[in-house]
């Protein structure tokens, strides 16, 4: 339902009446946006998985282009790391909280204070799955 146009002369309404208007149009749309988000989700769990199990990652349909990837993130495991980090005993990382000062950590690994690889088994590795929809521009013979 398109909101209605208004005049150059615009006349002076109350703010009740103003929502009065909107408050419809906006809980229409925003009941089709929330059907449409459901279908979409869903739609993009399925095209992710049929293109995992397939190993496909890249596929082309008409002028509709999919790129499904896999990252990875990593991520410390924090109770670990603060237990190896008071193996190595370097003064300034670990707080009073106990909780690693992620600073101080990149910047002692960066001034060799600490080797990254001593502190791998502190990390865990997340696989993000992500799926890219574009619409090619195809030019016409």
Known sequence: MPRKQ???IEEVRMPEEKLADILPVYEANKSQMDLYKKLVDK???E???IMLEAN????VADDIKAICSISIREDFIEEVLINKLKEIDVPGIIKQKEYVDMDALENAIYNGKINAAALADCQIKKEIVTLRVNKLNRKED
């Open 43 to 45: 739609d993009n769990k």
């Open 56 to 59: 496909i990652t890249e596929f």
């Open 47 to 49: 095209i992710k998985s």
């Open 6 to 8: 208004l005049s150059l």
